[in-house]
């Protein structure tokens, strides 16, 4: 009787070390796709950098890149410039290189400039179409509070309030 016993026991340790070994396989599949996921995100970060580099130096490539109208060459270039630096920001918090708080940070930053606020205003509409879910609808809010408080107090912009959304 104690070889069946041992039988059973001896297939259950294995079974469970087959299962410990599932597991960990299933857990580094998931590390696997994340990281896939981000070197994505990466990709498609640079190729839209490098269209957006080309309609910075071509002023007829920016009149395609750019849905704004009646700005001048040099503050259409400017606000693609402020948009790329926001992509960018956008792109370290979803890779994980910036926590929350260091992206609100930044965008308190960003905030300061006078091209980026016109950039905000003038692409409100963008952003109205976002769902309210998403990382950039909650980014877009975070932003707009930050504008309030700024256009509220100019001179204490780095005076950190309540933790935005």
């Given at each position: 009787?104690?070889?069946?016993?041992?039988?059973?026991?001896?297939r259950g340790a294995r079974?469970?070390?087959?299962?410990?070994?599932?597991?960990?396989?299933?857990?580094?599949?998931?590390?696997?796709?994340?990281?896939?996921?981000?070197?994505?995100?990466?990709?498609?970060?640079?190729?839209?950098?490098?269209?957006?580099?080309?309609?910075?130096?071509?002023?007829?490539?920016?009149?395609a890149a750019s849905s704004?109208?009646?700005?001048?060459?040099?503050?259409?270039?400017?606000?693609?410039?402020?948009?790329?630096?926001?992509?960018?920001?956008?792109?370290?918090?979803?890779?994980?290189?910036?926590?929350?708080?260091?992206?609100?940070?930044?965008?308190?930053?960003?905030?300061?400039?006078?091209?980026?606020?016109?950039?905000?205003?003038?692409?409100?509409?963008?952003?109205?179409?976002?769902?309210?879910?998403?990382?950039?609808?909650?980014?877009?809010?975070?932003?707009?509070?930050?504008?309030?408080?700024?256009?509220?107090?100019?001179?204490?912009?780095?005076?950190?309030?309540?933790?935005?959304?």
């Open positions: 009787m104690t070889t069946p016993l041992r039988a059973l026991f001896g079974r469970r070390r087959q299962e410990e070994l599932l597991s960990a396989l299933v857990g580094q599949l998931t590390l696997m796709t994340e990281e896939i996921r981000r070197a994505n995100l990466i990709q498609h970060h640079r190729l839209i950098a490098e269209h957006q580099g080309r309609a910075l130096d071509d002023p007829s490539l920016a009149d704004l109208t009646g700005v001048s060459e040099e503050k259409r270039r400017q606000i693609l410039f402020v948009n790329r630096w926001y992509a960018a920001m956008l792109l370290s918090y979803r890779v994980g290189s910036v926590d929350w708080d260091e992206l609100r940070g930044h965008l308190r930053v960003l905030c300061r400039g006078g091209v980026f606020a016109e950039y905000w205003e003038r692409t409100a509409e963008h952003r109205r179409e976002l769902p309210e879910d998403s990382l950039e609808a909650r980014v877009g809010r975070a932003v707009d509070a930050i504008l309030e408080e700024r256009a509220d107090d100019p001179d204490e912009w780095w005076v950190v309030g309540s933790p935005l959304m």
